[in-house]
T-cell receptor, first 114, second 111 residues
Framework: EAQVTQNPRYLITVTGKKLTVTCSQN?????MSWYRQDPGLGLRQIYY???????DKGDVPEGYKVSRKEKRNFPLILESPSPNQTSLYFC?????????????FGPGTRLTVL | DQQVKQNSPSLSVQEGRISILNCDYT??????FLWYKKYPAEGPTFLIS?????DKNEDGRFTVFLNKSAKHLSLHIVPSQPGDSAVYFC??????????FGAGTRLTVKP
């Protein structure tokens, strides 16, 4: 089954404790991205990757890091989480490396930073 | 700076009637528009899209209309069904891979 998986689905952590949210897709997509969803703001792009070893900032990259060492994986790293990073996070992927194609989204990771 | 706006946070309609969800955008560089549907505890799923060279695209019960001069698009669902109850996100994309989403509209279809 074609899918985007994220782990963990739920996470409660404390300020400053480094964490990683994993994202994996099995569709051989070149383009992957991370979004956060906040009430009244919709989905905002954090980082995206056009292909392996190619990443770029989205609208709200501050406080986040990403890496793309393999085509299927695109982890999101919070080196020192803060309460304003409490949010619902979605990973997405699409073919052909451009945002014209509809993106396939993972199920989401709800993060709470205390 | 929200370049894509969905001004109605919620909409309630009766089963069988038409649902109309609206979306406005400010960036004239956007040339491709998409609608996503999101159920609770799931990620958004693609619903329908339209290119700026068209003014209408239809897929079954779903039709998207684009008015470029007004920078406005709308999603029509006819007839609405209870299973359509979800949050709908409008998204706009430009050739530089910049995709922006609206804040979403929660649609409730009452039996």
């Amino acid at each position: 089954e074609a899918q985007v998986t994220q782990n963990p689905r739920y996470l409660i952590t404390v300020t400053g404790k480094k964490l990683t949210v994993t994202c994996s897709q099995n569709m051989n997509h070149e383009y992957m991205s991370w979004y956060r969803q906040d009430p009244g703001l919709g989905l905002r792009q954090i980082y995206y990757s056009m292909n392996v070893e190619v990443t770029d900032k989205g609208d709200v990259p501050e406080g986040y890091k990403v890496s793309r060492k393999e085509k299927r994986n695109f982890p999101l790293i919070l080196e020192s989480p803060s309460p304003n990073q409490t949010s619902l996070y979605f990973c997405a992927s699409t073919q052909a490396g451009n945002a014209y194609n509809e993106q396939f989204f993972g199920p989401g990771t709800r993060l709470t930073v205390l | 700076d929200q370049q894509v706006k969905q001004n109605s946070p919620s909409l309630s309609v009766q089963e069988g009637r038409i649902s109309i969800l609206n979306c406005d955008y400010t960036n004239s560089m956007f040339d491709y528009f998409l609608w996503y549907k999101k159920y609770p505890a799931e990620g958004p799923t693609f619903l329908i899209s339209i290119s700026s060279i068209k003014d209408k695209n239809e897929d079954g019960r779903f039709t998207v209309f684009l008015n470029k001069s007004a920078k406005h698009l709308s999603l029509h669902i006819v007839p609405s069904q209870p299973g359509d109850s979800a949050v709908y996100f409008c998204a706009a994309s430009a050739q530089n891979n910049d995709m922006r989403f609206g804040a979403g509209t929660r649609l409730t279809v009452k039996p």
